[in-house]
Nanobody, 120 residues
Framework: QVQLVESGGGLVQPGGSLRLSCVASGGIFSRNDMGWYRQAPGKERELVATITSRSRTNYADSVKGRFTISRDNAKNTVYLQMNNLKPWDSAVYYC??????????????WGQGTQVTVSA
């Protein structure tokens, strides 16, 4: 079973930056597609960014140009660099791993989440 541990959240002022990290264990990290999602109080969980096993990236329109997702397969870690943060970026951010242990099945695993609060 894949386990994901996020870190790097906290309180930051508007316009500030944070870098989130997600360390994975229990799988072959380099084969997994990874992603970051977030959920604010009273709102649905939404996709923030994804990065495939081939390092192809995709971003929500709301974060394009401000956030960057990356991965370091040697460290089993995916990152989310968040710049020019806005109050509406405040949410619990979750790391996601999409795992295909066999060719006919795909599973999603989630971290516990890390809180990001953007406030003056």
């Amino acid at each position: 079973q894949v386990q994901l541990v996020e870190s790097g959240g906290g309180l930051v002022q508007p316009g500030g930056s944070l870098r989130l990290s997600c360390v994975a264990s229990g799988g072959i990290f380099s084969r997994n597609d990874m992603g970051w999602y977030r959920q604010a109080p009273g709102k649905e969980r939404e996709l923030v960014a994804t990065i495939t096993s081939r390092s192809r990236t995709n971003y929500a329109d709301s974060v394009k140009g401000r956030f960057t997702i990356s991965r370091d397969n040697a460290k089993n870690t995916v990152y989310l660099q968040m710049n020019n943060l806005k109050p509406w970026d405040s949410a619990v951010y979750y790391c996601n791993a999409r795992v295909s242990p066999v060719v006919e099945r795909t599973y999603d695993f989630w971290g516990q989440g890390t809180q990001v609060t953007v406030s003056a």
